[in-house]
């Protein structure tokens, strides 16, 4: 039997899985409708204060802006979910935080990708890797590659691993053979729409980040809004309710890829963020919470960030025995943590 010699594409996938990915795809580095309707979403306000995203807004719209003479992206994902269930823990911490931040895991593995092309296609190659921080809409570009379809809760699902992987892109001179787009398996489903406990979700489709519990603790500088300060409930550092509730998420769909060189080991919540206390959390000075956060994707919300948003949970707790460590920040200099005290002992007395 004789087999067919492989294609660059095929190759180039090869790489991409050989490198530690558990999903590959290609898509055109071309705009869509898709990354113009940022254009729109950034008018109605959601960006909020993520000032970052309109201010190189037409490089998000066209990737050929962002490397000159781009021809193909290729997708990349890579599962993060360990397939542990998730502790209510008093302070709730996202499963995709907590361990090793995947911005260094996977930037790693990105290059390492890209160093592989120049043997791959035999010449030089022009490239620009990704993950999370570059002016790319990843989502798009992943979709349009194969990787999986943009949900209701506007998060990218694959239909056999479900959504809870990263995403990096590479966009390359390379011109590779197109993947088919996944079609959309939403049908008439709206469990995350309706299970959003802060309404975040202006339409099916779109997020009003504003509302989005990952945005008020993790890129919010600002106070969180009172009026949704309740329903942030025990979440402390992000959310994955619009994930957790998704049919695509649950267990007996997605099988967890093999992890040859332990990067999801690497990623996985240390075990003092899998299930830490409200207390613990708002007894962290500066230092530890240095030593605490090191490397760690919690880092973003900052220390100040941390605290205030473990005000609101202690809040929502109901835990009496909380009040002398909430009134302790109640006292001190910060205005923006004393006013969120001031809330939580309110709170906590009624
Ligand atoms: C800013 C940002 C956020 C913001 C805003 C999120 C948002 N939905 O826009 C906040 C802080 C809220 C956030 C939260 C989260 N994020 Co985030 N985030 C980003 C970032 C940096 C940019 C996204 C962006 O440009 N948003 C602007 C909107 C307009 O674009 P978009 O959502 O990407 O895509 C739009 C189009 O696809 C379009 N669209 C597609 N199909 C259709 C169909 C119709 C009919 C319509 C109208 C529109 C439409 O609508 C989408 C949503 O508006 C990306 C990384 C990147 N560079 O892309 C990560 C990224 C999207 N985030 C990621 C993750 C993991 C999360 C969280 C799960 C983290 C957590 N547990 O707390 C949550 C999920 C919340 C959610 N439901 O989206 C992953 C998503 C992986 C995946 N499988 O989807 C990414 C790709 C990071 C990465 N490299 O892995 N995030
Ligand atoms: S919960 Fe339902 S509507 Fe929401 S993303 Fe999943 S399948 Fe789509």
Redesign the pocket.
Known sequence: MTTEPETLTERVKGLALATGFDLAGVAPATPSD??V??R???ARG??GE?DY?GRRAEE?IDPRRVLEGARSIVAL??V?DPGERSVSAGFQV????GGDD??DV?IDRVRAFEAGLPALADREVRSRG???????????H??AAGL???GK??????PRLG???????VLTDLQLDFDAAEP?HCGSCRA?LDACPTD??P?????D?TR????T???SRDAIPEELRTAHADRG????I??EVCPWNQRERRPIPEDPLGLRRRIAPRPEWKAPSIAWVLGLDLEAWQRATRRTALRRARYQGLLRNALVVAGNSGDASLVPIVRKHAEGEDPVLAEHARWALARLAS
């Open positions: 898709r990354t309707f940022l729109d979403w950034l959601f960006a993520m995203i998000r994902g890579f993060y996202a499963r995709y935080a995947y911005h996977l990704y993950v999370d921080t570059g002016p790319v809409l990843e989502r798009v992943a979709a999986g379809w943009v809760n506007t998060c990218l699902i694959n959504s809870y992987f990263f995403l990096a892109v959309d995350c975040a979700f339409e099916p489709y779109v997020l980040a989005c519990i990952s945005y603790t993790i890129e550092f992000g959310c994955d619009c994930q």
